[in-house]
């Protein structure tokens, strides 16, 4: 049994900002994405046990990923917000390379989802 809690979403308006936090056991590769209505599930951005991170091209440079150990809690600091942001967001984990993250279905745990709304 492995367990994910992701939490933090809410709504903002555009240019605001948001912290969310995933608590989970320890795998290499800890990740978030997110699914808008409609679409399929789409990699944000991951960070793996050396600290290396990775991001999607369309949140580079307004989202962080970074990770406590001592709390086994997942951070991505969202900032800049976009109304095109909106979606659920889902906190992944498994023993994968950072370089196999953007694709969905190489994690075998996932949190329960917490929704950003982004909206004037």
């Known amino acids: 049994q492995v367990d994910v809690v992701d939490s933090g979403g809410g709504s903002v308006q555009p240019g605001g900002s948001l912290i969310l936090s995933c608590k989970a056991s320890?795998?290499?590769?800890l990740a978030w994405f997110r699914q808008a209505p409609g679409k399929g599930r789409e990699g944000v951005a991951a960070?793996?046990?050396?600290?290396?991170?990775s991001y999607a091209d369309s949140v580079k440079g307004r989202f962080t990923i970074s990770e406590d150990n001592a709390k086994n809690t997942l951070y991505l600091e969202m900032s800049n917000l976009k109304t095109e942001d909106t979606a659920m967001y889902y906190c992944?984990?498994?023993?994968?390379?950072?370089?196999?993250?953007?694709?969905?279905?190489?994690?075998?745990?996932w949190g329960q989802g917490t929704q950003v709304t982004v909206s004037s």
């Open positions: 992944a984990v498994d023993d994968l390379p950072l370089s196999e993250f953007f694709t969905a279905g190489n994690f075998g745990y």
């Open positions: 320890r795998y290499n590769c």
């Open positions: 960070i793996d046990s050396d600290g290396n991170t």
